[in-house]
């Protein structure tokens, strides 16, 4: 199944499905942009391990056919038996574990120059605190005072957004570009939910031109090759966070126009 949504897809912002959809679309990147900074060029996956708090499916229990029973004689001797009550709820616990997460940064083939780093956020660069956001800003702000270019893309609606010096618009998703030859400046696109994703420029060395990142379509090969249509409900279930007001209504009529969504289901405002 093709990526129902023009652009970004909401859902596959799930903490669940995220750590895939992150070190897929990694490698997907990568080897777009690969093909276009050869031979002076090559574009390395640099991984690195963060903790999540992550939602735990349950375990499937095997139930035997055979059972051994040992009768307990404090239990046979009560004269008056106690019924224990089952819990009257049981949900899946969040435990943080660790999770692998992974940058791109294009380096000189020769001599190594770090020359443009890629990041795609993770929940672990945009929660509050100093092992969170903290410690993404810190990072930061080394790269901002060295020679790198940086492209920051954020397909996360949830957490701290990179620090700019103006208010942002309103918008799901936004490309961060800060160039090295134009600090402080930092070139943004903001993403609607509603329109597909245009090519933005990854900087080389001057003279060497940009080279054309285009995250939409890295983003319907990666839904399409990874089948994540069959983890997603999109029958009722609203994505988390809570998408804008207008969003939400137009996500609704656009799952229904789909056929994903019944179309007697009240609107999700």
């Known amino acids: 199944m093709d990526l129902p949504f023009p652009g970004m897809d909401p859902y596959l912002e799930d903490a669940s499905l995220w750590p895939d959809v992150h070190n897929s679309l990694i490698n997907t990147i990568r080897d777009q942009i690969q093909v276009a900074i ?5 574009a390395v996956i640099t991984p690195y391990v963060t903790f999540e708090s992550i939602e735990v499916a349950s375990v499937r229990m095997v139930v035997p056919d055979v ?16 019924t224990i009550a089952p819990p009257p709820l049981t949900l899946p616990t969040v435990m943080e574990v660790p999770t692998e997460y992974a ?3 294009i380096r000189t083939l020769r001599d190594q120059v770090l020359v443009t780093v890629i990041e795609l956020l993770s929940p672990a660069n945009k929660r509050p605190g100093v092992d969170g956001a903290e410690a993404y800003h810190k990072k930061r702000q ?21 620090q700019v010096a103006r208010t942002l618009p309103d ?19 903001p993403l609607s939910l509603r329109e597909a994703m245009v090519p933005v420029p990854v900087p080389l060395l001057p003279p060497d031109p940009d080279v054309p990142l285009d995250l939409g379509q890295a983003i319907h ?35 229904r126009e789909c056929g994903l969504r019944p179309v007697d289901n009240l609107p999700n405002a």
Not at 67 to 82: D, H
Not at 173 to 187: G, K, N, T
Not at 235 to 252: C, G, I, K, S, Y
């Open 38 to 42: 050869v031979p002076r060029y090559r």
């Open 67 to 82: 059972a051994v029973v040992e009768k307990n004689p404090l239990v046979e001797s009560s004269s008056t038996a106690v």
């Open 103 to 105: 940058r791109i940064e």
């Open 142 to 162: 080394e790269l901002l005072h060295s020679t790198a270019n940086i492209l920051e893309i954020d397909l996360l609606r949830g957490g701290k957004r990179p």
């Open 171 to 189: 918008a799901p998703y936004f490309i961060f570009l800060s160039r090295a030859q134009r600090r402080s400046f930092v070139d943004i696109w």
């Open 221 to 255: 090969d990666v839904y399409r090759r990874a089948r994540y249509d069959l983890e997603i409900d999109y029958r009722q279930t609203p994505p988390l966070p809570a998408l804008f007001d207008d969003d939400a209504v137009w996500l609704d009529t656009h799952l």
